[in-house]
């Protein structure tokens, strides 16, 4: 026998359903406009709308920004920067929240409130600091020079590895020094391990946040052939006007590296959410 829904359970599941589907349709917009003028050529970039469909499609946009914007270097310069980055924000933030979490020292509780206060400081007030620190150690223009700033400790990611190693029992530890291993070992390989889920949500933040960053890299990459992949779509921009069609173009291509991660790896992803959604 169906069951029969009350008219206010129809409502709900339409609202629902409706909500979701108008959300969707806003996000997904920007993106199929992004494409469409990707494919127009200048003359129809410039004499119709961004939502008309072009009536020759300019598939050789993509070769022209890839090739005009220097895409293959851009591509290269963000694959080191991001390795790098993320390898060495990782084992910095995961050290840093294993002294705060298994070590009750003088001063503990100061150190976390003031990483916590750090996050409410804008980025743009301390820049003229950091950037006289950047040019007094001669990291301006120089690929590693970025890379260490931006291997800075995550606030982020210290709180969401601490999150972690409170669920962790202490007995582990204990168990592990009374087998004689030492707290070096301890972290490599018991703590560490079990980290993963709040590994991979670090990854994903960081990851995201510094292949999509621009003010600093265009503030301290100044040379054209240390240009990330956010800068180099800044190439089709100038005073005489802007090709977002190629920029567009531009915007595809860089979408793509990022698209073939989630695929590959939306197991992870989704389990590490998941799990780190449930900590606490």
Not at 5 to 34: N, R
Not at 58 to 65: D, K, L
Not at 110 to 132: D, E, H, N, S
Request: contains cysteine; aromatic residues 16%.
């Amino acid at each position: 026998m169906r069951k029969r829904y009350s008219t206010k359970e129809i409502l709900m599941s339409a609202g629902k359903y409706f909500s979701l589907a108008f959300v969707s349709f806003w996000t997904v917009l920007p993106i199929f406009s992004c494409i469409i003028t990707a494919l127009k050529n200048d003359t129809e970039y410039q004499n119709t709308s961004v939502m008309v469909f072009p009536k020759i499609w300019a598939f050789s946009n993509f070769i022209r920004a890839f090739a005009t914007a220097n895409m293959g270097s851009a591509f290269l310069n963000s694959l080191i920067v991001l390795f790098f980055v993320l390898l060495g924000s990782i084992i910095i933030s995961a050290q840093l929240a294993f002294v705060l979490n298994r070590f009750k020292f003088f001063g503990n509780t100061l150190i976390r409130r003031l990483f916590l206060f750090a996050t409410l400081l804008p980025g743009v007030a301390m820049q003229v600091a950091v950037y006289k620190i950047m040019g007094t150690l001669g990291f301006i223009n120089h690929l590693y020079g970025y890379i260490i700033m931006m291997m800075g400790t995550d606030v982020i990611t210290i709180y969401i590895f601490i999150q972690f190693m409170e669920n962790v029992p202490v007995s582990l530890d204990e168990s592990a020094i009374m087998d004689g291993a030492n707290y070096f070992t301890i972290f490599w390989k018991i703590i560490l391990p079990l980290l993963k889920p709040a590994i991979v949500t670090s990854l994903i933040l960081k990851g995201v946040s510094t292949y999509n960053e621009y003010y600093g890299a265009n503030l301290y990459l100044q040379t054209p052939n240390l240009r990330t992949v956010a800068i180099s779509l800044y190439t089709f921009t100038g005073p005489l006007g802007s090709r977002y069609n190629l920029i567009c173009a531009g915007v595809i291509i860089s979408l793509v590296p990022a698209f073939v991660v989630f695929i590959l790896c939306q197991r992870q992803i989704y389990s590490g959410i998941t799990a780190g959604a449930v900590k606490g």
